[in-house]
C-alpha cells in the first residue's frame, strides 16, 4: 500500500478548498427537488455506449466530457473509427445527453499558462461544437480534478460551469466554477458509502454529481460496471430525485434572477 496516499488525498482536498475561496460564483440553489448528475470523462467509447444506454433505461440523461485528442473525432484518428465515434456523439446529444468540454489533449492545467489553456479548450470547443451543428459546448471538468488558480480564472467566463472532483453534495451556496463531485469507481465500489452520499443529498435538497470514466465489466480503476452504474441510478431512483445532466440541472438550480430575468 502507498503510505503517502491518504497524505497527497488531504493535500488536494486543502488546496481545492483554497481554490473555491477565489473566482468563484456563488449561486444559491433554487431547485424545488434533489437533483442527481452522472457523468462522464475523456470519454471512452464503453460510456457512450453503455453509460448512455444504462442511462436511458431509466429514462435519465448525463453529462459526457470529452477530450477529443483521446476520443476518436481528432484528426489523427482512423476515418471509419472516427466516423462511428462522430455519429455515436450525434446520437447522444439527439437523445438529450449532453457534451461538456475535458480540454483537447488532457492538458494538466496547473502546469500550463492561461494562453496554453485558452487555446486547448477553445480547440476542443470548437471542433465538438462544429460536430455537433452549431451545439454550445457550455461546461466543463477538470482533467485529473486538479484546478489553478490561473486555471480557474481563465476559464470562469469560458464556461458556464466548472466541475473538479473534490467530494461532496453541491448545497445552499454552490461554487459553479468548481463543482464538488463523488466518484464511482467499481474498484472502490462502497454501496453502503454511496446510498449514504445519495440519502444525505435528498436530506439537503442538494446537486449530487458522480464522475466516472468508462462503462465496462473489464473496467479499469477508473470504470464502472454496468451492474454497479444500474445500482446507483435505481438508488437515485428510490430517492425520488431528477435524474438530470449538468445543463438541464444548472437551469433547475438557478433562480430566475440567476438566470438574468
Ligand atoms: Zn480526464
Not at 502507498?2 to 431547485?31: H, Q, W
Not at 452549431?134 to 471538468?141: E, L, M, R, V
Request: hydrophobic share 35%; net charge neutral; with cysteine.
Amino acid at each position: 500500500m502507498d503510505s503517502k496516499k491518504p497524505v497527497r488525498r488531504a493535500l488536494r482536498g486543502l488546496k481545492t478548498i483554497f481554490y473555491e475561496m477565489f473566482y468563484s460564483k456563488r449561486l444559491r440553489l433554487c431547485n424545488t427537488g434533489p437533483i442527481y448528475t452522472f457523468t462522464f470523462d475523456d470519454v471512452p467509447v464503453s460510456a457512450i455506449i453503455n453509460g448512455a444506454r444504462i442511462l436511458d433505461e431509466h429514462d435519465a440523461k448525463g453529462t459526457f466530457y470529452l477530450s477529443s485528442g483521446m476520443t476518436g473525432v481528432n484528426e489523427a484518428a482512423p476515418s471509419e473509427a472516427r466516423t462511428r465515434t462522430e455519429n455515436l456523439l450525434r446520437g447522444l446529444v439527439k437523445n438529450g445527453h449532453q457534451i461538456g468540454c475535458h480540454t483537447y489533449s488532457h492538458r494538466h492545467l496547473p502546469d500550463i499558462t492561461a494562453d496554453e489553456i485558452l487555446a486547448d479548450c477553445r480547440k476542443n470547443k470548437l471542433l465538438l461544437s462544429n460536430l455537433l451543428d452549431g451545439t454550445p459546448i457550455g461546461h466543463f471538468a477538470y482533467p485529473y480534478g486538479d484546478v489553478s488558480l490561473t486555471a480557474k480564472k481563465t476559464l470562469f467566463n469560458e464556461y458556464i460551469t466548472l466541475r473538479g472532483t473534490r467530494p461532496g453534495i453541491n448545497h445552499d451556496k454552490v461554487d459553479v466554477k468548481l463543482l464538488r463531485a463523488v466518484d464511482l469507481y467499481s474498484s472502490s465500489f462502497d454501496k453502503t458509502k454511496l446510498a449514504g452520499w445519495i440519502k444525505e443529498n435528498a436530506r439537503l435538497n442538494g446537486w449530487l454529481i458522480f464522475y466516472t470514466h468508462g462503462v465496462e465489466d473489464e473496467h479499469d480503476k477508473w470504470g464502472t460496471t454496468p451492474a454497479d452504474l444500474r445500482w446507483v441510478i435505481q438508488e437515485c431512483k428510490n430517492a425520488e430525485g431528477s435524474i438530470l445532466n449538468v445543463a438541464d440541472a444548472y437551469e433547475d438550480i438557478c433562480s430566475q434572477k440567476d438566470k438574468g430575468l
